[in-house]
């Protein structure tokens, strides 16, 4: 199985300041297919996690333009330009590759 | 838009059987793969299973490989996770999933999960 490893996995912010959220995995996330399905979520308290980027950078729908998504090969980065406080909780790092999907254990970002 | 709803879900003891359903509205459910994904405070995030949008394939973790059983109903826009042996390590909330709109690879959408305890 594909390693998903996530730094920090605790992140105190400033609102209005900006956030990085590493994702390293154990192999390789690029696709026979030519792409890379390395996805990131966002899971606020209580709630579901929700889909922030796709395939390294792509926002899905409805997310604000403050997030983006970066890297290559294994090595990806989350990035919140200016955070919000509706910002606050848990972001992972997942792989989409090969199966099983896996997932990081989770950066926790606090104001 | 897109909505998930989980049910089933509740006390069981090990050794047992659960099923849960998940109802899909919003979207032609008929046309995207499906997929469970399990949640505890202790493993965190765990992908349990997929099924293709004809129900022609379907892949498990190896946790739950041979006790789990992925399926669906497309007449009735219903996806289903038969689990059977339960184990207290299968204590979890468990969530419905779609498969991206975009080329199929990965998850977009979730549900609002269902609380599944195993204990005696």
């Known amino acids: 199985d594909i390693v998903m490893t996530q730094t920090p996995l605790s992140s105190p912010v400033t609102l209005g300041q900006p956030a990085s959220i590493s994702c390293r995995s154990s192999?390789?996330?690029?696709?026979?297919?030519?792409?890379?399905?390395l996805s990131w979520l966002q899971q606020r308290p209580g709630q579901p996690p929700r889909l922030l980027i796709y395939?390294?950078?792509n926002r899905f729908s409805g997310v604000p333009d403050r997030f983006s998504g970066s890297g290559a090969g294994t090595d990806f980065t989350l990035k919140i330009s200016r955070v919000e406080a509706e910002d606050v909780g848990i972001y992972y790092c997942t792989q989409a590759t090969q199966f099983p999907y896996t997932f990081g254990q989770g950066t926790k970002l606090e104001i | 838009q897109v909505h998930l709803v989980e049910s089933g879900g509740g006390v069981v003891q090990p050794g047992r059987s659960l099923r849960l359903s998940c109802a899909a509205s919003?979207?032609?459910?008929?046309?995207?793969?499906m997929h469970w994904v399990r949640q505890t405070p202790g493993k965190g995030l765990e992908w349990v299973a997929v099924?293709?949008?004809?129900?022609?394939?379907?892949y498990y973790a190896d946790s739950v490989k041979g006790r789990f059983t992925i399926s669906r109903d497309n007449s009735k826009n219903t996806l289903y996770l038969q689990m059977n042996s339960l184990r207290a390590e299968d204590t979890a909330v468990y969530y419905c999933a779609r498969a991206l709109a975009v080329g199929g690879i990965g998850v977009d959408y979730w549900g609002q999960g269902i609380l599944v305890t195993v204990s005696s």
């Open positions: 192999q390789s996330l690029v696709h026979t297919d030519g792409n890379t399905y």
């Open positions: 919003g979207f032609t459910f008929s046309s995207y793969g």
């Open positions: 099924i293709w949008y004809d129900g022609s394939n379907e």
């Open positions: 395939k390294i950078s």
